[in-house]
């Protein structure tokens, strides 16, 4: 990893997201080098000559001196990097920002593959109504480190347990899921009594990692190809259909609430283990328009 400090003037940026209201960025570029990183189109901000996951720009900003000004404002920390990432440990960035809005009011949500987010429990838990959620899209260690240079499954599911048991509000985001690869089933049951809500999101092919990934699928697992041909070429969506009243049957089965991403705004965010589907990216951002918060 090449590894760059750069100076900033401002962390936070107003977004766009239906989940925030800012996000916040403590680096750019990430040194878990996902293969599916959609991320990646961040690289042309950065005059950097390496590729994707090869470097992590560190930041450094001028301290928010008016943090009250963000009182009831959702901050996203993560939205296009890992806030946790290996350098975390030493730049201390993405607690520096927390340390720099304790006690502001503002409601937080932090997304994240490590678990050296444990080490700031204290100081997370110090806000109000904080959300952390952690990507996981296998239980196979072997898919993970052909997918990512994360730390292992387990330990991320560890960590999520650790925050869940300290009543901090938690997620388990199944995202991307792989087709005929990601067994969502055995994910849900394995991280179901550690988080109160699972998002379900589908694997989204575009920009600069499509080759990566459908070349990966050749070499490795050359039978799905047709699939993956069906649905990242022809624009077939019958695949996530079919799959979506799948686990809406079979959550029935569960005792486990499934909604859309059409109604997931109008729902209380705090309710145990309910599973969200987000397959269909083109509505999120229509049904999101005028909608309420939904970590509110």
């Known amino acids: 990893m090449i590894i760059r400090e750069t100076a900033t003037n401002n962390i936070l940026t107003k977004s766009n997201l239906p989940v925030c209201d800012y996000s916040a960025n403590p680096y750019t570029g990430c040194e878990h080098a996902c293969k599916y990183c959609y991320a990646c189109f961040m690289k042309r901000f950065t ?18 001196k008016n943090a009250e000004k963000y009182r009831g404002k959702e901050i996203f920390i993560g939205s296009v990097t890992d806030p946790y990432q290996p350098a975390e440990e030493k730049y201390l960035r993405t607690r520096t920002l927390l340390e720099e809005l304790k006690g502001s009011g503002a409601i937080i949500s932090i997304s994240t593959k490590s678990d050296l987010i444990v080490r700031d429990l204290d100081l997370i838990k110090s806000f109000d109504n904080a959300t952390v959620s952690w990507s996981v899209n296998t239980l196979d260690e072997n898919f993970r480190r052909d997918m990512d240079r994360g730390v292992s499954i387990e330990r ?76 990242y070429t022809k624009g077939n969506d019958c695949y996530w259909q079919a799959l979506d009243g799948e686990l809406q049957e079979w959550a029935k089965t569960k005792g486990l609430e499934y909604l859309t991403n059409e109604d997931v705004f109008d729902r209380p965010f705090d309710a145990p283990t309910v599973i969200v589907n987000f397959f269909y990216h083109s509505k999120i951002k229509k049904s999101a328009k005028n909608k309420p918060n939904i970590t509110q």
């Open 47 to 64: 005059k950097r000559t390496e590729e994707w996951g090869e470097f992590t720009d560190v930041k450094f900003w001028t301290p928010i």
């Open 156 to 231: 991320r599911l560890a960590a999520m347990k650790v925050f869940h048991d300290a009543k901090v509000k938690t997620t388990c985001f199944i995202s991307p899921i792989f087709p005929e690869i990601t067994n969502v089933k055995e994910i849900i049951e394995r991280a179901r009594g550690d988080c109160n809500l699972i998002w379900l999101e589908n694997l989204n092919l575009r920009g600069t990692f499509k080759p990566v990934i459908t070349e990966y699928i050749a070499a490795s697992r050359p039978q799905l190809i047709p699939l993956y041909r069906d649905i």
